[in-house]
């Protein structure tokens, strides 16, 4: 007997989930046992043109009658957003469906709610798709690492803005002109706010470190600074010494193992590490664990088709479970570790200044940083006389220190603006 599938969405996503569920029918029959039929496709405007063959019968706006249908097994939710997403899986849970789920902002948000109502239903919840798009991350992290310690994820997760930086990396253009490029190609929505802002990839970030550190965190957990501020300088400034600047999702565990940090902002990174070959709108996510080392995800991270791979892949995982009578791993939260304040987060600085072109600046400047105790690993003079600009690039400090120290340099009268402040990541020197 077939298991039926609701489809919540019909739109970049879910036209191509139809898509491929009818054009690999018979492969996907054969790889879960049993044919996989769409029972109901859930949307809000029926007479919309969609991407895909679709036999209108199948179209409903009662998205809450499909899910609780009594010949529903599995729901596929590729809505997106809190509501009716939320309410919807929660109602499809309760009435004993198999969820799968590409929605980052709802688990990011309350993924709590979500995971209790899969736990009390002995219902499946899977949701690789949330998360950097066709690349598997979701299942290694839960399922093949489950026997390490991973205490490091970092990458590129957003391609919106690994695009429109590496535009202006490679053109020199500035970031309103890279962002409006990226519109007129499709890589940016008209409102990028969530993109560029780093909404987007602080969700990715909040799951991601869940899973990893075997807690419960949330957006609201993460730091987050988005790229709207880089400016054509800055990855100019960046180029001159090596470095390209990335937007980077970094979730890594304290020293002593008893608390996480999970941050979302610009970086500079050698142009030697293997993120700064990652182009255009690719992802690219290295996990760093105790005994695997370091792994490397690379790929599409978002895309219809390339996302539409990640929600089949959980489908047939999710089916199989259903005809085995099993499910797939719970949420694993027991480590319960807490966010420390991005305060105690150490890394390395690279901070231009446009000082007064007097004797002694340097050594002032100099004393203001080793007040707080942090060391300088290299000093360069960008520009001359009245335009001079003096660019440090620090050892490793804590962001409370780093903060305290701009302070300090936006008060002293040699100092007459802090042109940039970026963090320098992918290096070991300290
Ligand atoms: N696009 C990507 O590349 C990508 C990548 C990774 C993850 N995701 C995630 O996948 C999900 C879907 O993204 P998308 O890009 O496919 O979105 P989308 O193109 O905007 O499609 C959303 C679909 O949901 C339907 N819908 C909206 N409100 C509804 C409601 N109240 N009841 C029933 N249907 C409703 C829309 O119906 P109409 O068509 O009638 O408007 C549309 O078909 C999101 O969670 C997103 O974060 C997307």
Same mark, same amino acid.
Request: charged content about 25%; cysteine-free; overall charge negative.
């Given at each position: 007997m077939a298991l039926k599938v609701a489809l919540l969405g019909c739109g970049v996503v879910g036209s191509q989930v139809i898509r491929l569920m009818h054009e690999q029918a018979d492969d996907l029959a054969a790889r879960v046992g049993t044919p996989l039929e769409v029972a109901g496709v859930a949307v809000r405007r029926l007479g919309r043109r969609r991407d895909t063959d679709i036999d209108?019968?199948?179209?409903?706006?009662d998205a809450e009658a499909l899910v609780t249908r009594?010949?529903?097994d599995i729901v596929i939710e590729?809505? *997106? *957003?809190?509501e009716p997403a939320r309410s919807l899986i929660l109602a499809a849970m309760n009435s004993g469906k198999s969820v799968v789920s590409a929605n980052k902002a709802l688990l990011a948000e309350d993924g709590a709610t979500i995971h209790a109502a899969a736990r009390a239903n002995n219902a499946d919840l899977y949701y690789e798709? &949330?998360?950097? *798009?066709?690349?598997?991350?979701i299942r290694p992290l839960r399922?093949?690492? &489950?026997?390490d310690h991973v205490h490091r994820v970092l990458g590129i997760v957003n391609g919106t803005t690994n695009y429109i930086l590496d535009k202006m990396d490679s053109s020199g253009a500035s970031f309103s002109d890279a962002l409006e490029e990226a519109q007129v190609l499709g890589? &940016? +929505?008209?409102?990028?706010t969530a993109d560029v802002e780093g909404f987007d990839a602080a969700a990715k970030a909040a799951i991601l470190a869940g899973i990893a550190f075997h807690s419960r965190v949330t957006a609201a957990d993460v730091h987050r600074e988005g790229i709207? +501020?880089?400016?054509a300088a800055d990855v100019a400034s960046a180029k001159a010494m090596g470095y390209v600047i990335k937007l980077l999702a970094i979730c890594s565990r304290s020293d002593d193992g008893r608390s996480f940090g999970v941050r979302v902002h610009p970086a500079m990174i050698p142009r030697? @590490?293997?993120? &700064?070959?990652?182009? +255009?709108a690719y992802n690219a996510v290295f996990v760093e664990a105790r005994s695997a080392g370091q792994l490397m995800f690379y790929g599409a991270g978002a895309g219809g088709a390339p996302t539409a791979s990640a929600v089949l892949g959980d489908l047939v995982a999710v089916a199989r479970n259903r005809l085995a009578g099993t499910q797939g791993p719970e949420e694993s939260t027991y480590a319960d570790l807490g966010a420390h304040p991005m305060g105690e987060t150490v890394t390395r600085y690279h901070v231009s200044l446009d000082v007064?072109?007097?004797? *002694?600046v340097l050594a002032r400047v100099a004393d203001m940083f080793a007040k707080q105790d942090v060391s300088i690993q290299t000093v360069r003079q960008e520009g @001359?006389?009245?335009?001079a600009q003096l660019v440090l690039v620090t050892h490793r400090a804590s962001d409370a220190a780093l903060s305290a120290t701009i302070e300090g340099l936006r008060e002293?009268?040699?100092?007459?603006?802090?042109v940039s402040v970026m963090r320098v990541e992918g290096e070991d020197a300290s």
């Open positions: 209108p019968a199948l179209l409903t706006t009594d010949d529903v590729v809505i *997106g *957003g809190i798709a &949330a998360v950097a *798009g066709a690349i598997p991350l399922e093949s690492l &489950a026997g890589y &940016a +929505e008209a409102d990028p709207t +501020e880089i400016t030697t @590490h293997p993120l &700064a070959g990652v182009r +255009e007064a072109d007097k004797p *002694g @001359h006389g009245d335009d002293m009268d040699i100092v007459r603006d802090v």
